[in-house]
């Protein structure tokens, strides 16, 4: 899993590539808690090249998710695929982040 991210004036977009599993939620845990400091502004997760996501890594989003809900913040999901988005869907995700495609 690879993490990219960019920084805007008024946006911080990070881009995930590859898969969110276990093993990674660990390293990817150190970028997300590094986002945390913009949740005040608004977080883009960039997902167009993200593969599967599992329990750990929905964890990661949902704690960024309140750290920007705390600070008066957004966060915005874009660009999830098929797979990724069954997965919100059953787990309620959809209807906690705001999803773009």
Known sequence: MEVKI??????????LVGRLDTP??????KEIEALKADAAGTVVLDCSEMTYI??????????????????????IVR????????????????NLFQ???
Not at 6 to 15: E, L, M, P, S, V
Not at 54 to 75: I, T, Y
Not at 79 to 94: A, H, K, P, Q, Y
């Open 6 to 15: 960019t920084k805007d004036k008024n946006q911080t977009t990070a881009k």
């Open 24 to 29: 990674s939620s660990i390293e990817v845990g």
């Open 54 to 75: 599992s329990s750990s890594g929905l964890r990661l989003f949902l704690g960024l998710r309140k750290e920007a809900a705390e600070k008066g913040g957004k966060v």
């Open 79 to 94: 660009g999830i695929n098929n797979d990724i988005r069954s997965v919100f869907m059953m787990t309620g995700f959809l």
């Open 99 to 101: 999803i773009e495609d």
